[in-house]
Every structure is written in structure tokens, then in C-alpha cells.
DNA sequence: AGCACGCCGACT
DNA sequence: GTCGGCGTGCTC
């Protein structure tokens, strides 16, 4: 084995292949399939991951690895083999494939430095240059772009020899290491014949608690370094590095739990389980249990179960869901087996939770969508919490859904895959209906808890009755009652499509952002008008731009206008406001919840964040102040976005002793995702949605693809989208829908236009192989910039 | 993606 | 005649 396929680390179509590498005779042996490697690339040095290892090449001028930078592999031969059907199925580059799997920490930086070839070679330089490399005789490409006045001097002295290029290849993060010390053996007896009282401490130290960090060492005997040093020196202790994890929780007390007994739907729903588990079987089952019927409770009893069979299990919780609540309950259960991945642990933190799952040291992982990819050999279980949440589809490259990738992974490890939800995907539904997936049904809240009530307020009856405040009478009244028994209340605005946008009473304009036609939103503190999509910033002005009447105001209600009113209503009340803006420092969103969890504050108002998995005992009502701002979105899912987000909101209130209230206000009562959300009933909903994405073509009666195109000249997007769909609809089945072009709901963002097809098929064997086509049709165009294609595959946005 | 090579117009 | 602009094509 002396040669290995590479895959190098540049995400383009023309390296979207392996190139072969001779491997060095001291690396013979060493080097496998998913291993890291440096290799010379041209004239630069990249990274690069081995895909095979063989004892041929056809290429005639092979180059050496230059580097081997692992011992195990990253990536296992599973991992390797997915990343093909992940770039098959989503049209990606591999090498995006196999980046989506690895923690950013060991993902390369690449930089290029200049060096002096030689002592005397400082003497032919032009006099800027001597001046810069006097001192230096190694500087980094960008600071010399910096430095000198033209870079061409710099390239022209490369050219004469005097100057050398080379270029390094560093990880992001690295390994944390921390300097331990040891007593050596010889000494372990000899302390009393040591005369430094300060030494004397260290070894007796060292003697009663073995192997400990210099850190420690200094700060429990309030000494300084030296004495350690001079220890070190006369061969009584040893001192050297070894690798820590940083471990975010470590400073926590997490309490032990134990398994709750299970009733009777609980049990049922973990038998079937079990029974697929026993037999090594891939089966999906659909876990469908209402808000509060104890869906945690199975999933930790069933990993114990795989956990006893010395098989792994991979949890997947959405983001927003994963509070410090949930990440408890699997620590509280299984302690030391569990890391935890998400996007609130720093780089190296999360390298470090990666590092654990690779050398075997947890057997459960929870975490965000990109857990799935933890790389376990001997997998027993994976679960999908929240199935219905569209954060299991990433947006970017690769475009894939965590779902597929589970259900991929469950099928090569023949082992079960669970998706929970109080209201599934009708996707995932329909699948349970066919017989493809294994229904469970879990009716009944664990502890015999009614369901909250649900009152609709009719937010039309109010203004007509002349209440023009965000509150209805109804939720006013509930909230000052709430308030008066100590009570706690969470309000929740869905706040996309709501925000606070800017208007003149006089003429009606609309201020909107330059670059992305959407309107600007007002931000109170700073007095500012901000564009959610492309970060531009402007002043509030005075008078309304079009006609100049100074009768210009921000209309919509964001949480921070919400806030304000509560305290003008009720003065008395104390609330936490979390949004994009509370929480955005690490740690504050933790901090926050603990706040309300510990009764610092009445009211909790907040975004999405606070919709999913919070359990609060002392909260009895929940207020939803607009429910239809969802409904409107210019998406097919938005009834079931509505449904879900209702649903889950209302599941918030009395799930404990104290009974639950909910107040859902709406100016559209009358629609069917409000009334039935009402009565938490999933069943007719499904029916009711199923009928209407029949009749429209909708998932999950058709597959969708969206094929965007953008591009600042406006001619030249109407003239590709057209050519595309023209395409489409020629070489596609005439079974398949072809819709479009039209323009994207949002045309336009960062000065590009936005236009967008869609496919809706049944079943369409060409269909990769088409899209491919056009693809590499327009190639030269997208790779020079300016035209951008995307193709997404089972969307779940359209913007 | 980077980087070299190469072919044209604009200056010393 | 050289410098430097960017289009073209390659990287084991």
C-alpha cells in the first residue's frame, strides 16, 4: 500500500475528485482511509482527507503526503461511505459532505508566509523591503499586504530568488493541554530529607493526591512556581503535559436520577421499541404523545436498554430546545456517558464533547442537527425529538435532513430509529399510516393533568369594541389575576413577519432596505432602522423620505414594544424579555431561564426560544398574543408551522398540579390550524391539511425541489430562470410540475435579484442526473460569482 | 480556491 | 521594450 487517494480540502467543482499521493516509507503502515492529511497541491499545501489507500497509481508524477495528521481516523468507513450518498443526494461537493461531519476545530487555516532565502539575500532587496525583513525574517502574506506599498515588489523579489514562499496548515482549535505533576517513586519515601518547608508540602501533596496540575498545585498551597521547579530539577517530581477536555459542565451538580415507572401508553410505546431493538431490527417508529406524555421518559429508558446491549445512542434535540433542563435529564440518567453538542459551547469545547464520542469515552450523545454525525461504531438507537422542527435541515451545503441521515445511519447499523412529536410532520404522518413507519400514540399527559384550557380571542371584536392595546380584554385580566396569586405567565409572540417596521401615516411609504426589499425593523436602543437579512444599519429620520411629513412612525410589535406595555399596564410586574437581543451573550439564555425557573420574575416573554421543552410549575397561563402572524407567510407549511407552534406553546402551561390556562389571541379565529390546535387535535388537523396539499400538489403527496437563481442584473435572472424551466420541462416526466420562474418571495437581498422554480414530482429517476446538467451548464457562470444556482431538495423555506 | 501562465494595452 | 491588467486552465 503506497499510494492513497486523497480528497483535498478546496470546494470546487474541478476538485471534486480524488488525486493520489505516494506514501512515504516511514508512513506506510499508518496511513488509512479517513485520515487528515497535508499534501502539496500545486504550489501550496492543503488539507486533505484519505479516502483509499492502494498499491497502484496510474498518475504518472505522483507527489508525497507531507503530513499524516491523525492516528485514528475522523472519519470511519460509515462516515466516509455517507458522505457519498449525502453529495449524491443534495448535489454537494464531497469534501462539503465530509466537512459538515467534522467539528470546525480541526478544519484547516490556511497561511501563506515570506521568508528570506538567505542572510545575505536581505543586502539585493529594495530598501522597503530590507526595512520590513531587518528584524523579521519571516512575515505572513496579509501583513505584508499591508506593509508595503505594492505587493508587486514583494512578488518580484520572489521571482529573483531572494524571497521564499511557504505556506502552513494550522486547526482552527486545538487540544487543550495542561502541565501536571508526579511524584517519582524513588522519592516517595524520602520527603523528611528535604529541608523546603515549601517542597516538603508539594510531595506530601503529591503523595495524598497523585497526579495533579500545576494550576491546582499553586493555588491550593499558595505557592509560586519555583519550588516546583526546583523539584522538578533535582529528579523528585516529574512535570509534563497531558491532553484536559473543557468540559462546560463540569462545575455543575447534576443529580443522579432513577427511571420513573412508565404507564401503560409509556410502556406500550417502549415494548414495541424494545422488541425492534431485541431483534437488531431498522425499523422508524413514529413516537406521536401529546405535550406532557412523558416522550423524555421512553427515550431515556430505551437508550438504557440499548445502553445494556453495549450499543450507543444518538439523541437529536432542536437548538432552541436545548436548555439546560433537558441536557440535565440525560446527564442526571446516564452522568459520564452523555456529551452534549451545540452551538453554545465554544469551538474547542465542542471539539472536545467530538473527542469523547471518537475514543469511545460516552455511549450517548445529545445534541443539535450536526450530531448525527457523531462518529459511534456500534450504534443501537438514534431519536429525532421534535421530528416536525425544520432546524433538522440544514440551509447551507450540504442541504441535508438530519431525518434522512438517521434513518441512513439506522439502516447500515440495522438498528432503530425513533421521531417524536405532538404533531409530526404529515410527512413523517403519512409514512406511520402506510405501514412505513411504526405508529406509537400517546394520548394521555403522564400525570392525568386535563389538557390546558384554550380560550380564542377574536382580536377584530376587540378593536371594534375599541381596545386598540396588544392585550385582549380576556388575557388582561388573566394576566392581573395571575400576578395577584404569584403566579407565573409566559407570553409569546411569533415574531417573523411581525416585527416593528417603519411607515409615514401620511403617504403610506414603507422603509426598506436598499439592498434586500424587505422592510427595515426599528431597534429602540439604538434608534436605528436595521435589515434582518443583510445586517445594513440606517437612522430613524425625522421626516418620511417620499413625502416629507414628519408623521413617520414604526407600526408592528416587537418583544421590546410588548415589554414596554406590560410595564405600562402592569407596573407591578416583573419580566424577562427573551429575544435575538437578550440572549445573544453565551450563557444568557441559561441564565434567564434559571431566573424565571426560580421565581425572579412574573412574566417570561419571549420569541420561538421560548416555545419548546421549558417545564415551569409555576406557570398556570400562557399568552399568545398574535397567532396568525405565522399564518401569512408566503409558505405552503404555514398552517402546519401555526398548528405546531400553538400546540407546543400551549403544552407550556399547568403541567403540574396547578391547572393551565391559555389565551390565544388571533385576528383569523375562524381558521382551521387555530381551532383545532384549540383542542390539541392532531388527528383532524392531519385530515384537513392532507386534503388541501392533495389538492394543491403538495408534500407528502409530491417530493418539491427549489432551484434558486440570483444575480445583480435582473435580465440576466428572468433569462436563466426561464432557460431552466424550459429545461425542466423538457427533459422531466410530464408527470412532474414545473412552477415558475417567478420571483422569490424576498426578491431581492445584498443587491441580487432572486428568482426561483419548483419541481414537484412523484417519481422522477432523471431528476439528479438533470439538475447535474444544468448544473454544469451554467458552471463558468456561478463559479466566476456573479450567478448563483442553488438547488434544495425537500425545502423547508421559500424564501 | 489559489496560483501560474500567457496574451494584450500603457508606460519608462 | 517592460509592466501589469485579467482571462484560462491546472492542481496527484
Redesign the pocket.
Known amino acids: 500500500m503506497n499510494y492513497a487517494s486523497v480528497l483535498v480540502d ?1 470546494s ?1 467543482r ?2 471534486d475528485r480524488a ?3 505516494a506514501i512515504p516509507n516511514r508512513w506506510e503502515d499508518a496511513v488509512q482511509p479517513g485520515m487528515r492529511v497535508i499534501v ?5 499545501k492543503v488539507q486533505g482527507i484519505v479516502l483509499a489507500v492502494k498499491d497502484h497509481t496510474s ?1 504518472s ?3 508525497e503526503i507531507g503530513e499524516v495528521l491523525d492516528v485514528i481516523p475522523v472519519l470511519t468507513e460509515e462516515l466516509l461511505l455517507l458522505g457519498t450518498y449525502l453529495s449524491e443526494e443534495t448535489l454537494c461537493f464531497l469534501i462539503t459532505a465530509y466537512q459538515a461531519m467534522l467539528p470546525t476545530a480541526i478544519k484547516a487555516v ?1 497561511k ?1 508566509f515570506v521568508r528570506l532565502h538567505s542572510k545575505e539575500s536581505i543586502d539585493y532587496l529594495p530598501e522597503e523591503l530590507q526595512a520590513i525583513f531587518t528584524h523579521l525574517e519571516r512575515r505572513e502574506w496579509s501583513e505584508l499586504e499591508e506593509l508595503v506599498s ?1 505587493i ?1 515588489t514583494v512578488q518580484r523579489a520572489i521571482k529573483e530568488g531572494l524571497l521564499e514562499v511557504d505556506y502552513e496548515v494550522k486547526n482552527k482549535a486545538n487540544k487543550k493541554v495542561e502541565r501536571v505533576a508526579t511524584l517519582l517513586e524513588v522519592f516517595d519515601h524520602e520527603a523528611n530529607s528535604i529541608s523546603s518547608p515549601q517542597q516538603r508540602d508539594i510531595i506530601e501533596f503529591l503523595r495524598l493526591n497523585g497526579q495533579t496540575s500545576i494550576k491546582e498545585l499553586k493555588e491550593r498551597l499558595g505557592i509560586t512556581e519555583s519550588p516546583i521547579k526546583t523539584l522538578q530539577k533535582n529528579k523528585v517530581i516529574n512535570v509534563h503535559s497531558i491532553e484536559v477536555y473543557r468540559d462546560p459542565y463540569v462545575n455543575k451538580q447534576i443529580n443522579r436520577t432513577s427511571p420513573l415507572p412508565l404507564v401503560d401508553e409509556q410502556k406500550n410505546a417502549y415494548e414495541k421499541i424494545a422488541t425492534s431493538i431485541s431483534n437488531n431490527e431498522h425499523k422508524v417508529h413514529l413516537l406521536h404523545g401529546v405535550t406532557g406524555s412523558g416522550k423524555t421518559e421512553v427515550y431515556l429508558q430505551t437508550i438504557q436498554n440499548v445502553l445494556n446491549l453495549n450499543k450507543e445512542a444518538i439523541v437529536l434535540v432542536p437548538e432552541i430546545a436545548l436548555t439546560p433542563q433537558i441536557v440535565e435529564r440525560f446527564k442526571g440518567r446516564f452522568g459520564n456517558d452523555v456529551a452534549v453538542l451545540h452551538s453554545g459551547l465554544s469551538i474547542g469545547e465542542k471539539y472536545d464533547e467530538w473527542r469523547k464520542i471518537q475514543r469511545k469515552e460516552v455511549k450517548v450523545v445529545v445534541g443539535a442537527r450536526s450530531a448525527i454525525f457523531a462518529p459511534f461504531e456500534n450504534l443501537g438507537l438514534i431519536i429525532i425529538d421534535e421530528e416536525h422542527e425544520t432546524t433538522y435541515k440544514q440551509d447551507e451545503h450540504p442541504r441535508y435532513h438530519a431525518r434522512d441521515v438517521a434513518i441512513w445511519r439506522g439502516n447500515y447499523h440495522s438498528c432503530s430509529v425513533v421521531l417524536g412529536s405532538a404533531t409530526p410532520t404529515l410527512e413523517s404522518y403519512a409514512r406511520a399510516q402506510k405501514g412505513v413507519y411504526e405508529l406509537e400514540t400517546m394520548e394521555k399527559r403522564v400525570n392525568q393533568d386535563a389538557l390546558p384550557t384554550v380560550e380564542v380571542v377574536d382580536m377584530r371584536e376587540e378593536l371594534h369594541r375599541g381596545n386598540r392595546s396588544m392585550f385582549s380584554t380576556a388575557l388582561h385580566e388573566k394576566i392581573e389575576d395571575r400576578l395577584q396569586k404569584k403566579e407565573q405567565i409566559i407570553l409569546f409572540l411569533n415574531r417573523r413577519g411581525y416585527s416593528s417596521f417603519v411607515m409615514c401615516r401620511d403617504c403610506g411609504f414603507v422603509i426598506q432596505c436598499p439592498h434586500c426589499e424587505v422592510s427595515l425593523t426599528y431597534h429602540k436602543n439604538t434608534h436605528r432602522l436595521k435589515c434582518h437579512y443583510c445586517g445594513y444599519e440606517e437612522h430613524m429620520p425625522k421626516v418620511c423620505p417620499s413625502c416629507q411629513s414628519d408623521y413617520i412612525r414604526f407600526f408592528g410589535t416587537g418583544t421590546q414594544k410588548v415589554e414596554e406595555a406590560i410595564y405600562q399596564q402592569f407596573p407591578e410586574a416583573r419580566v424577562i424579555r427573551m429575544d435575538n437581543d437578550t440572549t445573544s451573550r453565551k450563557g444568557s439564555h441559561e441564565k434567564m431561564l434559571k431566573q424565571f425557573g426560580n421565581g425572579e420574575a412574573d412574566i417570561l416573554l419571549g420569541t420561538q426560544m421560548i416555545a419548546k421543552g421549558l417545564d415551569f410549575p409555576k406557570v398556570t397561563l400562557v399568552g399568545v398574543l398574535a397567532a396568525d402572524s405565522s399564518l401569512h407567510l408566503p409558505d405552503f407549511r404555514a398552517s402546519e408551522r401555526t398548528f405546531s407552534l400553538l400546540t407546543q406553546v400551549s403544552g407550556r402551561a399547568g403541567r403540574h398540579d396547578l391547572p393551565g390556562e391559555v389565551v390565544v389571541q388571533t385576528y383569523t379565529p375562524e381558521h382551521y390550524s387555530i381551532e383545532l390546535a384549540k383542542d390539541q387535535n392532531y388527528l383532524d388537523f392531519y385530515e384537513q391539511e392532507m386534503k388541501i396539499r392533495r389538492n394543491f400538489h403538495y408534500p407528502p403527496y409530491y417530493y418539491l425541489v427549489l432551484i434558486s437563481i440570483s444575480h445583480q442584473d435582473l435580465m440576466k435572472v428572468v433569462k436563466v430562470s426561464e432557460q431552466i424551466a424550459i429545461y425542466l420541462r423538457e427533459h422531466l416526466s410530464n408527470k412532474s410540475i414545473i412552477l415558475g420562474p417567478v420571483s422569490s418571495p424576498i426578491p431581492k437581498i445584498k443587491d441580487k435579484f432572486r428568482y426561483q422554480c419548483v419541481i414537484k414530482y412523484k417519481y422522477e429517476p432523471a431528476l439528479h442526473a438533470v439538475l447535474t446538467k444544468i448544473q454544469q451548464f451554467y458552471q463558468e457562470e456561478t ?1 466566476k ?1 456573479q450567478l448563483q444556482i442553488t438547488i434544495d431538495f425537500q425545502p423547508t423555506m421559500f424564501m
Do not use: N
Open positions: 478546496v470546487v474541478q476538485t488525486f493520489d499521493y502539496p497541491f500545486g504550489p501550496r498518475v508524477k505522483v507527489k490556511y501563506k505594492k508587486t463559479d460569482g
